[in-house]
């Protein structure tokens, strides 16, 4: 392409400046802003997605590895025989359906009880509702090591004569209620005070109590919030390390969660550390919390979106 430029003698053709493909780029973008927001979109997410899966791609490959083998990107030889082996050297099945159960039971618990304190937080007016809602929230401002010491006190029958309940299910499940529960109260107070009064009076009209309301129209609205506090919930008490380790003595028949057999896992080895057997147990271990983020990855969004705006 060339442009006109006048001169004292006539009209002479000049050529125009060569551009290198960045320089003809920005110049379509000053034209077109879209453009760099669909570059800078597209630098963001795959600079997570890198940053984000790399973690679990390593594992993988430390999986596949044969022992002895030098590490490589791609493994020229992998052993896929190592994920079986996580199954024969310790009851690895045993371990994650006590986290299973462990989590699912929790989440229950929570579940109800903050559904009744965010109904009376969200709907009803009291005197010191505001105190009482940040004195419910302060509890997670604590770390779980603060309450370790006492909690083991009591399990372990030295507070109650004859009541134990180390090694057992309870001693879990009681702390992990508690810790994960005012979150759960949150997410769930901002939600059923989102619920128009109508809908609520218009169920008491037709005969329900306050409690068949609640389980009637308010939970079923508010599906996006209950379903993000359970999902959390449940992911927390899954990965949950600190009180899974300590209130049990890490056999799969003592409701030992799942760190207790990674943790065997690490011991499996006769003289080594088996690192690779470690790896593929973490992978299986996370499959079910992924399979969980995959079926209600719609809920969860849906519900940090919507109950961050006040209607």
């Given at each position: 392409?060339?442009?006109?430029?006048?001169?004292?003698?006539?009209?002479?053709?000049?050529?125009?400046?060569?551009?290198?493909?960045?320089?003809?780029?920005?110049?379509?973008?000053?034209?077109?802003?879209?453009?760099?927001?669909?570059?800078?979109?597209?630098?963001?997410?795959?600079?997570?997605?890198?940053?984000?899966?790399?973690?679990?791609?390593?594992?993988?490959?430390?999986?596949?590895?044969?022992?002895?083998?030098?590490?490589?990107?791609?493994?020229?030889?992998?052993?896929?025989?190592?994920?079986?082996?996580?199954?024969?050297?310790?009851?690895?099945?045993?371990?994650?359906?006590?986290?299973?159960?462990?989590?699912?039971?929790?989440?229950?618990?929570?579940?109800?009880?903050?559904?009744?304190?965010?109904?009376?937080?969200?709907?009803?007016?009291?005197?010191?509702?505001?105190?009482?809602?940040?004195?419910?929230?302060?509890?997670?401002?604590?770390?779980?090591?603060?309450?370790?010491?006492?909690?083991?006190q009591l399990f372990t029958g030295n507070v109650i004569p004859g009541v134990s309940l180390y090694n057992t299910p309870g001693s879990m499940i009681l702390p992990f209620s508690s810790l994960f529960m005012p979150l759960s109260i949150f997410i769930l107070t901002t939600f059923y005070g989102q619920i128009p009064d109508g809908l609520e009076d218009a169920a008491r009209v037709e005969g329900t109590t306050r409690l068949g309301a609640l389980f009637r129209v308010i939970i079923p609205l508010s599906a996006p919030g209950v379903a993000t506090a359970g999902v959390l919930t449940?992911?927390?008490?899954?990965?949950?390390?600190?009180?899974?380790?300590?209130?049990?003595n890490g056999q799969p028949g003592n409701w030992a969660p799942i760190v207790g057999g990674l943790l065997s896992l690490q011991r499996a080895g006769q003289f080594q550390v088996t690192y690779g057997v470690m790896a593929a147990g973490s992978i299986i271990a996370v499959v079910p919390v992924a399979i969980l983020v995959v079926v209600a990855q719609e809920r969860i969004v849906s519900g940090l979106t919507a109950g961050a705006l006040k209607e």
């Open positions: 392409m060339s442009r006109d430029t006048r001169t004292d003698g006539g009209i002479r053709d000049e050529p125009e400046l060569k551009r290198g493909p960045l320089q003809r780029w920005v110049a379509s973008t000053i034209k077109e802003p879209e453009k760099a927001y669909r570059a800078m979109f597209y630098v963001a997410t795959l600079f997570f997605l890198a940053t984000t899966l790399f973690p679990f791609y390593f594992l993988l490959v430390l999986a596949l590895t044969p022992e002895n083998a030098p590490l490589a990107l791609f493994p020229t030889t992998p052993r896929f025989s190592v994920f079986l082996d996580v199954f024969e050297r310790v009851n690895f099945l045993r371990y994650m359906f006590n986290s299973l159960v462990l989590a699912l039971s929790t989440t229950v618990i929570v579940l109800v009880l903050a559904s009744l304190a965010g109904y009376v937080f969200g709907r009803l007016q009291f005197p010191g509702r505001t105190p009482l809602m940040l004195l419910v929230l302060a509890i997670s401002y604590f770390p779980p090591a603060a309450f370790f010491v006492p909690l083991y449940f992911i927390s008490v899954y990965n949950e390390f600190f009180f899974s380790q300590l209130m049990n």
